[in-house]
């Protein structure tokens, strides 16, 4: 919450403060009446609720960023991944995955390897409103459906003066973008807003003590490691290190490992693998990793528009650990490639 600034005037010889409008909506300011010196002095406003994608305390709400970021071997390490307020774990062709990481409370300054969309990104998308969209390329069956999205399209082909080649690697896994440039491109881009997160104390009871666990597709795993000392799950992929290009592992204190419906879209590569479509909308099972425990809950997303709640087996809030989420979208029956 913005507080009011505040001006100094005379009065009669009497120096007095006067609040200025933080906005344009807001009333005018009554008009002033002399205080006397020893007035008590003006007190700051409680703050308001926490970031709505990681419960950290927030001054302000900030545009929505979402980018499609490589996430096989040849592309790591990521830029970017370690600002992010959500990072989606999604399956792609072949059996691995590529991620979309969410931005607004924090906004790093480039981002990458930016890698091509998916059909699932447009499914995910719409529960943050209309986001900036940043990708690099799309099936051409599937551009019509960008355009139809709840989103802004801020790929390398509209907006080619936002991506860079960045030296020391090789193509196609060294397309980067600058994130000022991506938002500039959107100045409509949605603020974020409430998703179905809630953050606080985990459940008193329900959790399974876990130093580890392992979240598989067809082609690709993620290891989740408690670290005490780091009070982080530390990401391991297909049994190594997941680093960060600006230096550490990967880490976030809240897991997520929601059980979607996963099928065939009607997309698919030049070696006609087909291109996952995963059901976000809906409800199923998942896992919460917090804490060094893992939770039992529920997920319900009754429409695209909405956001998605989970909740503990009883039907309470199951509360996510302040700070950066991973949702990995993971099957019980993972998709044939």
Known sequence: ???????????????????????????????????????????????????????????????????????????????GLKSADIVYVEQVEAGLTRLMAIFSSKIPAKVGPVRSARISDLHIAPQFGKPAFAYSGAQTKMLPLIAEASLFDVGDTRNGGAYFRQPGRFAPYNLFATTKKLLSAAPKASKAKDIGFTFGDA????????????VRWPAARFTFAWSEDEKQWMIWQDGKKDMAAEGGQLSAPTVVVQYTKTVR??????????????????????????DGKAYKAKWERESEESGTTFTTPEGEPMNFAPGQVWIALASRKPVTP
């Open 1 to 79: 919450m913005r507080l009011p600034r505040m001006i100094t005037v005379t009065l009669a010889g009497t120096a007095v403060l006067l609040p200025v409008a933080a906005c344009s909506s807001e009333k005018p300011a009554p008009p002033a009446v002399p205080q006397a010196a020893t007035s008590p002095p003006v007190t700051e406003e409680p703050a308001g609720p926490g970031h709505p994608f990681t419960g950290l305390p927030d001054e302000e709400r900030k545009p929505v960023l979402a980018v499609k970021i490589e996430n096989t071997a040849a592309g790591k390490p990521q830029m």
């Open 203 to 214: 459940p008193a009871q329900g959790g399974v003590d876990k130093k580890s666990y392992t």
């Open 265 to 290: 879209s009607q997309f698919h590569d030049k070696n006609q693998s087909y291109t996952p479509l995963v059901h976000s909308v809906g409800k199923g099972s998942a896992i919460v990793l917090r």
